[in-house]
C-alpha cells in the first residue's frame, strides 16, 4: 500500500509550478518506512550526555564559545521529511517563481524526482546540524539539531558496532558543525544565497559555474573543518568506524550508487577528504588557532587554489593582518 500510495501522489502531481510539494511530501513518506522511535529513558539521557560533553570537548580544541540548539531531537524518518521539505521549497523558490506553469508531465517528472532525492536521504542521513535551516525564513529556528535514531540504530547494527560509540561519534561530527556556524554566523545566510543564486541562473537556463564553484569551496572547508576538530576532539580512536562505513558504502547496489552520483554524495567524501588535508596542512604550519580564523568574514574563505596549496592561504592570511 505504501507504494501504491507514493506513486499515486507523484502521479496525481497539481498547481502551477515545476514541483508539487504537497505531493512531494505525500509521496516520500508513502514510501519510506518511518522506523522505530522507541528509545529507552537511558538511551536518551545516553544523546543528551553524549552532545553535551562533544560540546566541552569541540570548544576547548577549537577555542571557540558556540552555544547548541535550542532544539535537539530525536526523530525519525518520516519526521527528517517534514523539516527539510519547508527547506528544499524555499532554496528552489526561484525556480518557480520564475519558470511559472509547467506542463504536468513534466511537472508529475520533477515531483518523482524530488520524491526520490528526500526518500533516499531520509532512509541515510544519521544526524544534522544544516545551516540552512538556520538562514532567515519561516520556522528557521526549528530543528537545528537532530539525530535520525532509526537510521543510527540500522548502520550501528550493519556495522557490527558498539552502538553506544556509533551514537556518541555521530553526536561529536554534528557538534563540530555547530561550533564552526556558532563561530561564523554569517555563514548560513552566505550557504543560501550562493545557493539561491545558483537556482537563479538554473531558472535562467544557465548553469552559474563560479557561484557552484563558490559553494563546492565552502563546504569542502566546512566538512574539512569538521574532521580536524573531530580528529583532535573525539574521545577515542575511530579510523575502525570511518573503514566500516566505507566498506559498507562501496558495497552499495548499483541503483544506490546512481542515486548518490545524482545527489552528489560522492563529491561530499572528497570534500572531507581534500578540506581536511588543506587544514592538516594550516594546523602543522601555524596552528589550530591560526586555522580557525577561516570563519571570521567571508573573506578568509579558502579558494578553490589554496584549498591545494595552503601555504598561499596562510600567506594571504598574514597579508590581511
Same mark, same amino acid.
Given at each position: =500500500?505504501g507504494?501504491?500510495r507514493?506513486?499515486?501522489?507523484v502521479?496525481?502531481?497539481s498547481?502551477?509550478?515545476?514541483? /508539487?510539494?504537497?505531493?512531494?511530501?505525500e509521496?516520500?513518506?508513502?514510501?519510506? +518506512?518511518?522506523?522505530?522511535?522507541e528509545?529507552?529513558?537511558?538511551e536518551?539521557e545516553?544523546y543528551?550526555? /553524549?552532545?553535551? /560533553?562533544?560540546?566541552?570537548r569541540?570548544r576547548e580544541?577549537s577555542?571557540?564559545?558556540?552555544?547548541l540548539p535550542?532544539?535537539?531531537?530525536i526523530?525519525?524518518?518520516?519526521h527528517?521529511?517534514d523539516?527539510?521539505?519547508?527547506?528544499f521549497?524555499?532554496? =528552489?523558490a &526561484?525556480?518557480?517563481d520564475?519558470?511559472?506553469m509547467? &506542463?504536468?508531465?513534466?511537472?508529475?517528472?520533477?515531483t518523482s524526482s524530488m520524491?526520490?532525492?528526500l526518500?533516499f536521504?531520509?532512509?541515510?542521513?544519521?544526524?544534522?546540524y544544516?545551516?540552512l535551516?538556520?538562514?532567515d525564513?519561516d520556522g528557521?529556528?526549528? !530543528?537545528a539539531? $537532530?539525530?535520525? $535514531?532509526?537510521?543510527?540504530?540500522?548502520?550501528? +547494527?550493519s556495522l557490527e558496532?558498539?552502538?553506544d560509540?556509533?551514537r556518541r561519534?555521530i553526536?561529536f561530527h554534528?557538534?563540530?558543525?555547530a561550533a564552526?556556524?556558532g563561530?561564523?554566523?554569517w555563514?548560513p +545566510? !552566505?550557504l543560501e544565497s550562493r545557493m539561491?543564486a545558483?537556482v537563479?541562473?538554473?531558472?535562467e537556463?544557465?548553469?552559474?559555474?563560479?557561484?557552484l564553484?563558490?559553494l *563546492?569551496?565552502t563546504?569542502?572547508?566546512?566538512?574539512? $573543518?569538521?574532521e580536524?576538530l =573531530?580528529d583532535?576532539?573525539f /574521545?577515542?580512536e575511530?579510523q575502525?568506524?570511518?573503514?566500516?562505513?566505507e566498506?559498507?558504502r562501496?558495497?552499495?547496489?548499483?541503483?544506490?550508487?546512481?542515486?548518490?552520483?545524482?545527489?552528489?554524495?560522492?563529491?561530499k567524501r572528497r570534500q572531507?577528504?581534500?578540506?581536511? *588535508?588543506f587544514?592538516?596542512?594550516?594546523?602543522d604550519?601555524r596552528?589550530?588557532?591560526?586555522a580557525?580564523?577561516v570563519w571570521?568574514r567571508p573573506?578568509?574563505?579558502?579558494?578553490d +587554489?589554496e584549498?591545494?596549496?595552503?601555504?598561499?592561504?596562510?600567506?594571504?592570511?598574514?597579508?590581511?593582518q
Amino acid at each position: =500500500m505504501g507504494l501504491y500510495r507514493s506513486v499515486r501522489a507523484v502521479t496525481e502531481a497539481s498547481g502551477t509550478g515545476p514541483i /508539487d510539494w504537497d505531493a512531494v511530501a505525500e509521496a516520500s513518506k508513502a514510501g519510506t +518506512d518511518p522506523g522505530t522511535l522507541e528509545v529507552g529513558p537511558g538511551e536518551r539521557e545516553g544523546y543528551a550526555t /553524549d552532545v553535551r /560533553d562533544a560540546r566541552d570537548r569541540v570548544r576547548e580544541v577549537s577555542g571557540f564559545e558556540f552555544d547548541l540548539p535550542d532544539t535537539i531531537e530525536i526523530i525519525n524518518r518520516h519526521h527528517w521529511i517534514d523539516n527539510n521539505i519547508e527547506t528544499f521549497r524555499r532554496v =528552489m523558490a &526561484p525556480l518557480e517563481d520564475r519558470v511559472g506553469m509547467f &506542463p504536468s508531465a513534466a511537472r508529475v517528472i520533477n515531483t518523482s524526482s524530488m520524491t526520490v532525492a528526500l526518500s533516499f536521504l531520509a532512509r541515510n542521513v544519521l544526524g544534522q546540524y544544516d545551516p540552512l535551516l538556520l538562514a532567515d525564513g519561516d520556522g528557521a529556528d526549528d !530543528h537545528a539539531l $537532530y539525530f535520525v $535514531y532509526p537510521n543510527v540504530r540500522r548502520v550501528a +547494527d550493519s556495522l557490527e558496532a558498539d552502538s553506544d560509540r556509533f551514537r556518541r561519534w555521530i553526536a561529536f561530527h554534528e557538534v563540530t558543525h555547530a561550533a564552526e556556524f556558532g563561530a561564523a554566523p554569517w555563514l548560513p +545566510d !552566505h550557504l543560501e544565497s550562493r545557493m539561491e543564486a545558483a537556482v537563479d541562473r538554473l531558472a535562467e537556463g544557465d548553469i552559474d559555474r563560479v557561484t557552484l564553484g563558490e559553494l *563546492d569551496t565552502t563546504m569542502t572547508a566546512v566538512e574539512g $573543518y569538521a574532521e580536524l576538530l =573531530m580528529d583532535r576532539a573525539f /574521545d577515542e580512536e575511530y579510523q575502525d568506524l570511518r573503514a566500516e562505513i566505507e566498506r559498507r558504502r562501496r558495497g552499495r547496489g548499483p541503483i544506490q550508487k546512481l542515486i548518490r552520483r545524482a545527489l552528489g554524495l560522492g563529491m561530499k567524501r572528497r570534500q572531507y577528504e581534500r578540506g581536511k *588535508d588543506f587544514f592538516d596542512a594550516v594546523v602543522d604550519a601555524r596552528g589550530i588557532e591560526f586555522a580557525g580564523r577561516v570563519w571570521e568574514r567571508p573573506a578568509n574563505l579558502p579558494s578553490d +587554489d589554496e584549498l591545494d596549496d595552503p601555504s598561499a592561504w596562510i600567506r594571504r592570511m598574514d597579508d590581511m593582518q
